[in-house]
């Protein structure tokens, strides 16, 4: 049974720092692409960032681009998001996902999902 268990959420300065992490069980790692997600109160789910399943690639939302780094330990089968210069506008649930194929910034062609973890930015 695949399992996807996101932590690292929590509340942080604006300007600060913060470093998600996702537990990847159930799947045979290095097959799968892995994206963050992430949804803002009353607003949709966006992506934010993927890699793939070799980790040769990488791609970001505009918006978090020269911020936030995504990668991958294939060791701990672990994904790792980390956000620095975080801005009141980050405040979300984040979510990492995983897909059998190439990055893809479409949720829906994600197959597998965490329950989530808050960020949450004070000013």
């Known amino acids: 049974q695949v399992q996807l268990v996101e932590s690292g959420g929590g509340l942080v300065q604006a300007g600060g720092s913060l470093r998600l992490s996702c537990a990847v069980s159930?799947?045979?790692?290095?097959?799968?692409?892995m994206g963050w997600f992430r949804q803002a109160p009353g607003k949709e789910r966006e992506f934010v960032a993927g890699i793939s399943g070799s980790g040769t690639e990488t791609y970001y939302a505009n918006s978090v681009k020269g911020r936030f780094t995504i990668s991958r330990d294939y060791a701990k089968n672990m994904v790792y998001l980390q956000m620095n210069t975080l801005k009141p506008e980050d405040t979300a649930v984040y979510y990492c996902?995983?897909?059998?194929?190439?990055?893809?910034?479409?949720?829906?062609?994600?197959?597998?999902w965490g329950h989530g973890t808050q960020v949450s930015l004070s000013s």
């Open positions: 996902a995983s897909r059998r194929g190439d990055i893809s910034t479409t949720q829906s062609h994600y197959d597998d």
């Open positions: 159930g799947r045979i790692f290095g097959w799968y692409a």
